[in-house]
C-alpha cells in the first residue's frame, strides 16, 4: 500500500479561479493524475494545495482552424490518438499518444499532463525508502548524480511520448499566466536541465497545443520500450517531412529531446545518411533501463523505422 | 484532516461516503465501503489490478481521487450477477488461475464488451495489455473474452453456481 501524502483538494471552474489557486506556495496542478499521483506517492512531490482541472471543460477540446490543430490540454491521450484530424494532420502525435502506457493510463492522462511529465530517472523513480539508502542525489534532497559521476546538473530523461512529436510538428504551447497568454514553440519549451525539463512557471497552465497545418506535411513517431504496453519510452523518435526537407527528433535521452542537426542539411530519401547522423548525435545513458549500448545501437533503426514510413505516407497512394 | 462528504452512485445504488482529499477511489471502495473485489496490487498504476468502470470506462482505483468521482457512476466487479456468461467463461476457459488480476480483467472486459459486441482478439489483447497476469499467460483470458462476444457461453445455471460470496459487514468507522 502506498498511501499519498496530505494535501488540500481544490476545484476551480474557471482559469482565473485556477490561476489564483496555483498562486498559493507549495501548489501544483493535477490534470489526468497518472504522474502526480505515483510520483507522490513514492513521496518525490509533497504538494500542499492540488488545483485539479478536472471541471475546466474549455480545455477539453480538439479545434480544427483554418491554419492550426488546436488540443485542449486536458483532452486525453485516448482522444488524442483517435481523433481523425489529428491523425491526419498531427500523425506523430496521434501515434506518439497511442502509445503512452497501457490503455487505462491513456483513458485517464492527458495531452498536458505528458507535456509537462515529470523527467524519469532510475535513481529517482524510487520509493523514498529506496531513495534514502542511496543518499538522494541532485533532483531531489541530495548533492550527486549517480548517473554522471561527478556531474553537477540533473540528466534524467524526459519520457513523454508526445514531446518529441510535439517538437518535430512545430507546435507551439499555448500558456495562460496571471500576465495573460504567452506561446512558446515546443522546440523551446523543454529545457536541458533535469530537475525540470519545462519552461513553464509553477503557477502558470498550459491551456492548448497548436500544431500547424502545412499541406502535403506528413510524419511519425516510433518508440523502443520492452513490452508492447505499459513501459516508458527507452527511446523516442518523431520525423516531418515537408517535400524533401526533413526533421528528426530523438528523445528518451536526457532531459530535452534533441533535434539532429545532421539530418536538416540532409533530403528526406537519405535514409541511410540520417539514420547515421542520428545515431552519431545521440548518446543514450544509463538514466534510464535498457543497455546503453542496444539503446545507442536502437537509435540508427528506430530512425529508419520512423522516415520509411514517413516516406510511405508521403507517395500517393496507387 | 477534514472529511469531505461525496455522492456518488456504486453499482447502481446511490451512495454517501466522507473521503478525505488523500483518498484514492480504491481506497474508498477497500476499506470505507469494504467492497474488497476491486484489487490493490502495485498501488501505484503499473498492474491494472484496481480497475473499476467511471461512468463506464475503464480506469485504475489507485490512481483516481475519491473526491474526483463526486456525482460520477463507479461499477465494482460486485456489479457482476453471480450468473454471467463473462463469469462463466472466465471459469470455462481457466482464465483465472490465482485469481487476483481476475477482477481488474472482468471490469476490462466489461468496458469493451459495451463498446464493442464481438471484439476481435486484437481488440480484445489491446484493450487488456494494462492488465498484468503473472498465471495465465493471457491466452485464456483473450478466448474466454472473445467467447462472449461470439455468444458461446451461457451463464451458468443456478445448481452449477458456486455458492455466494460471503458478506463482510458493515462498513468500517
Ligand atoms: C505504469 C505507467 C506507465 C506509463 N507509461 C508512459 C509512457 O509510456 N509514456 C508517457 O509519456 N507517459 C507514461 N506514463 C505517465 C503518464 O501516464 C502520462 O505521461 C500522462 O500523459 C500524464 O498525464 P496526466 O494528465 O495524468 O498528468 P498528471 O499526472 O495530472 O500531471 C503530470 C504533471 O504535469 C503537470 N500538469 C498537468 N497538466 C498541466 C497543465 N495543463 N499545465 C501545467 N502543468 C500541468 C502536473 O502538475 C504534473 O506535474 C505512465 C504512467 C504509468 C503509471
Ligand atoms: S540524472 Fe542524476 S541527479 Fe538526475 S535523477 Fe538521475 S541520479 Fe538524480
Ligand atoms: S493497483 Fe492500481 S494499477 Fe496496480
Ligand atoms: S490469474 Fe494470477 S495474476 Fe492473473
Known amino acids: 500500500m502506498l498511501p499519498l501524502p496530505e494535501f488540500t483538494l481544490h476545484s476551480p471552474r474557471t482559469i482565473d479561479e485556477a490561476l489564483g489557486l496555483l498562486a498559493k506556495p507549495g501548489a501544483m496542478i493535477i490534470a489526468g493524475g497518472t504522474d502526480l499521483l505515483p510520483n507522490m506517492k513514492q513521496g518525490l512531490h509533497q504538494p500542499e494545495h492540488v488545483v485539479s482541472l478536472q471541471h475546466l471543460a474549455e480545455l477539453r477540446a480538439i479545434r480544427v482552424e483554418q491554419k492550426v490543430l488546436v488540443l485542449g490540454a486536458m483532452t486525453s491521450l485516448a482522444e488524442v490518438a483517435e481523433h481523425e484530424d489529428v491523425r491526419k494532420y498531427a500523425t506523430a502525435l496521434a501515434e506518439a499518444a497511442g502509445t503512452v502506457g497501457g490503455p487505462h493510463h491513456r483513458r485517464m492522462g492527458t495531452l498536458g499532463g505528458n507535456l509537462c511529465l515529470d523527467t524519469r530517472c532510475r535513481y529517482y523513480n524510487q520509493s523514498q525508502f529506496w531513495r534514502s539508502a542511496l543518499g538522494f542525489c541532485l533532483k531531489k534532497d541530495g548533492e550527486v548524480c549517480h548517473v554522471v559521476e561527478g556531474g553537477k546538473k540533473c540528466v534524467a530523461a524526459a519520457s513523454n511520448d508526445t514531446a518529441a512529436a510535439a517538437i518535430a510538428l512545430e507546435a507551439v504551447l499555448v500558456i495562460r499566466g496571471a500576465q495573460g497568454v504567452r506561446r512558446v514553440a515546443a522546440g523551446e519549451f523543454f529545457v536541458a536541465d533535469g530537475a525540470r525539463n519545462i519552461a513553464i512557471a509553477r503557477d502558470e497552465l498550459l491551456v492548448a497545443l497548436e500544431v500547424p497545418r502545412v499541406a502535403k506535411r506528413v510524419s511519425a513517431y516510433e518508440k523502443l520500450r520492452r513490452r508492447g504496453a505499459i513501459d516508458f519510452p527507452l527511446l523516442s523518435v518523431a520525423v516531418r517531412l515537408d517535400g524533401s526537407a526533413v526533421e528528426v527528433v530523438v528523445s528518451a535521452l536526457a532531459a530535452k529531446p534533441r533535434r539532429i542537426n545532421g539530418a536538416q542539411k540532409l533530403a528526406a530519401t537519405q535514409v541511410e545518411a540520417i539514420a547515421e547522423a542520428a545515431a552519431r548525435e545521440c548518446n543514450p545513458m544509463p538514466n534510464i533501463d535498457g543497455d546503453v549500448a542496444w539503446r545507442k545501437q536502437m537509435v540508427r533503426v528506430m530512425v529508419k523505422r520512423a522516415l520509411v514510413r514517413a516516406i510511405g505516407a508521403a507517395q500517393p497512394s496507387t | ?173
Request: charged share 20%; with cysteine.
Open chain 2, 1 to 173: 484532516m477534514t472529511l469531505i462528504p461525496i455522492t456518488l452512485t456504486i453499482n447502481g445504488d446511490l451512495t454517501q461516503v466522507a473521503v478525505h482529499a488523500s483518498q484514492t477511489l480504491l481506497e474508498v471502495l477497500r476499506y470505507e465501503l469494504r467492497l474488497i473485489g476491486t484489487k490493490q496490487g502495485c498501488d501505484k498504476g503499473d498492474c491494472g489490478a484496481c480497475t473499476v468502470l467511471l461512468d463506464g470506462e475503464p480506469v485504475l482505483g489507485c490512481l483516481t481521487l475519491a473526491l474526483s468521482c463526486a456525482g460520477r457512476s463507479v461499477t465494482t466487479v460486485e456489479s457482476i450477477p453471480r450468473a454471467d456468461p463473462l463469469l462463466e467463461s472466465f471459469d470455462c476457459h481457466g482464465a483465472g488461475q490465482c485469481g487476483f488480476c481476475t477482477p481488474g480483467m472482468l471490469m476490462t472486459a466489461k468496458g469493451l464488451l459495451a463498446k464493442e459486441k464481438k471484439p476481435s482478439r486484437d481488440s480484445i489483447r489491446a484493450a487488456i495489455s494494462g492488465n498484468l497476469c503473472r498465471c495465465t499467460g493471457y491466452g485464456p483470458i483473450v478466448e474466454a473474452i472473445a467467447a462472449v462476444g461470439e455468444g458461446t457461453v451461457q451463464p451458468a445455471t443456478e445448481e452449477k453456481l458456486p455458492p455466494p460470496l460471503p458478506s463482510y459487514g458493515a462498513p468500517r468507522k
